[in-house]
């Protein structure tokens, strides 16, 4: 029998601008033994995020930059083929920080292992950090309350289209944002969103959110930054909140975007607008699986994913997220989901 073989993405080169196939590159290794308390991952499904072109840029933030030469990394759910750990036990499915490669041995730090009774490419999209960041960001920063207008950007993609649904349970007139009609019409007849604005199409998106927001926006979940910020600054209410989530259209900016213009707005509306990152809040996520987990099993909200097969098309997948080529979540698959009797 032919010995496995690893592949993974490596970071070719920093991109400048928008990134190019050519600044990743696909290598083999292959496939360590697990030492003394170590297992052997084969990974099934790994993510690409936005954040992920941040790290691309060898710049000081929240999160290292990757390095030249060395694989990617980010969140994944693999399977434990082999095990010499006390704790983490053969055929345990587990998420981990170690995607962009097939197999990987490691040590466990970082390892935490999951329900494997629910869908395991959900950890990555509805129940993993898109899903909780939406949950936290509205909860905490834009505590809804019933009545409230509620306009979220980037409506149909994995943050925003759990935010649109909670918007609705929690009972407010809801307005989602996204790039093509076809996204439109999935925010509101799949979502439940009231209404959706095609940002592509809607000019500087004014007129489009006066007429869906007629009593002004109270909340403002953002999650794509540039003219649409400015539109909605125009229409805030008294003691509006503004989450500050993610801002896509400028990662790709080498020199960023002047404005928002419409900034003194937040003064003379007594408005709030944060920032935050989800991973300084990873002690609420039980309490956010309890919820979003329940609401999930009751089929109160709906997760879409987009699915790219194989980690040679890992790249094109993360690029896609910049040209809106995913409807909810983009996932890769790197392998078949084990059969519900090989999980542990
Ligand atoms: N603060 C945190 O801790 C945290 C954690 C997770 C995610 N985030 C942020 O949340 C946002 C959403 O992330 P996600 O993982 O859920 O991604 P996503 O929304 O599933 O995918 C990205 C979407 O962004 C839209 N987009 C791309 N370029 C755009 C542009 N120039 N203007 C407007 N929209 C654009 C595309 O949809 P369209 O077809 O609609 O253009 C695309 O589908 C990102 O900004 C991300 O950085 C923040």
């Known amino acids: 029998m032919t010995a496995p073989v690893n592949r993974q993405i490596v970071l070719a080169a920093r991109p400048a601008g928008m990134p190019k196939a ?57 399977q434990v083929l082999k095990s010499n750990h006390p704790k983490l036990k053969e055929g345990a499915v587990v998420s981990n920080m170690q995607g962009w490669r097939e197999y990987f041995v490691s040590a466990g730090e970082g390892i935490t292992p999951l329900d494997a009774s629910l869908p395991l490419s959900a950890y990555l999209g509805v129940l993993g950090v898109p899903g909780f960041t939406g949950w936290y960001g509205l909860k905490e920063i834009g505590k809804p309350k019933a009545g409230e207008t509620l306009v979220v950007s980037g409506a149909a993609g994995a943050t925003g289209s759990l935010v ?18 076809e996204k439109c019409a999935y925010v509101r007849r799949e979502l439940g969103a009231d209404a959706a604005i095609n940002y592509k199409t809607a000019g500087d998106c004014v007129d489009a ?45 080498e020199i960023p975007d002047p404005g928002p213009r419409y900034l003194f707005s937040m003064i003379a509306n007594r408005a709030l607008m944060q920032g935050f990152i989800i ?14 987990g329940g609401w999930l099993k009751q089929r109160s909200i709906k997760s879409e994913e987009t699915v790219v097969e194989g980690i040679e098309n890992a790249p094109k997948a993360f690029l896609g997220l910049f040209s809106g080529d995913n409807l909810g979540k983009m996932v890769v698959r790197l392998a078949p989901d084990p059969p519900a009797s090989d999980r542990k």
């Not at 649109?164 to 009609?181: S, Y």
Request: one cysteine or more; proline letters at 8%; charged letters at 25%.
């Open 22 to 78: 050519t600044d990743f590159r696909l290598e083999t290794t292959p496939v360590a033994e697990p030492g003394p308390g170590q297992i052997l991952v084969r990974n099934i499904w790994m993510s690409v995020d936005p954040y992920m072109r941040g790290r691309m840029n060898d710049r000081k933030s929240y999160a290292p930059p990757f390095e030249v030469g060395k694989p990617l990394d980010g969140r994944a759910v693999g």
């Open 164 to 181: 649109v649904q909670m918007g609705k349970i929690l009972g407010c007139r809801v307005v989602g944002t996204a790039g093509t009609d």
């Open 209 to 253: 959110l006066r007429e869906a927001c007629p009593k002004g926006v109270d909340i403002y979940f953002e999650n794509v930054g540039g003219p649409i910020l400015d539109a909605v600054l125009r229409l805030l209410n008294p003691q509006a909140r503004i989450p500050l989530c993610g801002m896509i259209s400028q990662y790709n900016l």
């Open 279 to 292: 991973s300084d809040h990873f002690d609420r996520y039980g309490e956010f699986v309890g919820e979003v």
